[in-house]
Structures are given as C-alpha cells and as structure tokens.
C-alpha cells in the first residue's frame, strides 16, 4: 500500500518545469434534473426505439438536438391545436368559391 509519504516524496521527484497547461476545456459537465413522473415511459420508450441503455445518454442526445437545432436558427417552432391545423387544411383544400356565382 502506498502512504502518504510515498506520494509525497514521488511528486517531489517529478520535474514539471518543461509542463503544457491544457487550457483547452476537457471533460463533461454535470447538470441534474427533475422530470414528473409522467414522462418515465416515455423516456424508457424512446430509449429503447433508439437502442439506448440509459436514460443519460437520451437526455444528452436530446439536448445535442436541441442546441444543433437552435445554433442553425431558421423556422420557428410553434404550437398549435390540433383542431385549428385541422380548420386551416380543409380550407386550404376547398376550391375557390366563385365571386359572380
């Protein structure tokens, strides 16, 4: 077992004069939170369709996605009712209606 002392005097013998600081950011970053309950099956559903073992690794490729798609900008993501889609198709597929008739 190493002791306290060891490591001690192994760090004294290394010479790190010559040493490159590595400024360039490394590593990952750990944010944490919370989901209603709600959403558990859909999150193990979506794993699973795209063959992932843990919840994890969705979140992060589901904000991968997100910030690739806002870093791109274009349309605007909006919401609308089902019904008001609905409306707006049906009389986008109606004929004209005839002015003289």
Do not use: C, H, Y
């Amino acid at each position: 077992m190493t002791t306290r002392d060891e490591l001690g005097a192994a760090m004294t013998q290394q010479d790190f004069t010559d040493g490159n600081v590595a400024d360039a950011p490394r590593g990952s970053a750990v944010f944490s939170f919370r989901a209603p309950a709600e959403w558990s099956q859909e999150i193990l559903a979506e794993m699973q369709r795209r063959g992932l073992t843990n919840p994890s690794q969705l979140i992060k490729a589901i904000v991968r996605e997100g910030l690739d798609r806002a870093a791109v900008g274009g349309d605007q993501v909006v919401t609308i009712r089902i019904d008001d889609l609905n409306r707006a198709i049906i009389s986008a597929a109606r004929p004209p209606s005839d002015p003289a008739g």
